[in-house]
């Protein structure tokens, strides 16, 4: 009876969902438009009325609709922000997922360059700029440091203009901020690493006001690979020089 009762419900909210779903794509339903009343809805899609409730509520939990005081089930514009939540909590699940959230990294922010050397403006350029100068500031503190990078990177990704690409990064950089501040500590006792990192971020930027989206994009490229190079020989424990063990 239970069993019955779940499996109608999850029909019931999966009929109004796809009503929803196909007026929305058709564009007969707008945001900002009211629903009909749920007793209406009911009985065109031939659900009960709790059932027809229980979906509208957790449409609006996802952002879909909003239930206003004596005005009905009103259609709302979705926000993509909602994204950054939800992958950071699906992701967070999975204990080795920071390589692959990694690689979805450099997948955004390699389209993101090349768009920017189409895209950026003055504004743009004034941010990474500004962006650099505390990349060179913070170069000897861990968060600080970690910090400036993620604003360097974020100021690029902001630079290509892409609403859903600046999303999407927030979304799966926010994940990576953790590792970022451990692999700054890292850095600390590679004294070359500060100069690298200072004068890496320095040729991306340049590629960016060039506007060659090929040199952007295999100098950011590089740049990641050697963040891991760098990171991999810190873990298996090799230092520079005798100043390292700081
Ligand atoms: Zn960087």
Known sequence: MELKRAAEGDKGFQKVFAFLRDRLLAGSLKPGDRLISERELASQLGVSRPLVREALRALTMLGIV??????G?????????????????????QADMLDDVMQARVAIECQAIRLACE??????FERLQRALAKI??????????????????RAIVLASRSETL???????AGLLTRSHRSRRELVQSFPSMKTYLIDDHRRIFEAVVARDPERADATLRKHF??????????VVGEKEGRKASR
């Open 66 to 71: 909003e239930i206003r005081d004596r005005i």
């Open 136 to 153: 060179e500031e913070t170069i000897d503190e861990a968060d600080a440091g970690g910090m400036a990078d993620f604003e360097f990177h």
């Open 73 to 93: 089930t009103v259609v709302t514009r979705p926000d993509i922000s909602v994204l950054n939540d939800f992958f950071t909590f699906a992701l967070a699940q």
């Open 119 to 124: 895209r950026a403006g003055i504004a743009d």
């Open 166 to 172: 600046t999303v999407l990064h927030n979304s799966v």
């Open 225 to 234: 690979e050697i963040g891991d190079e760098y990171r991999r020989r810190a």
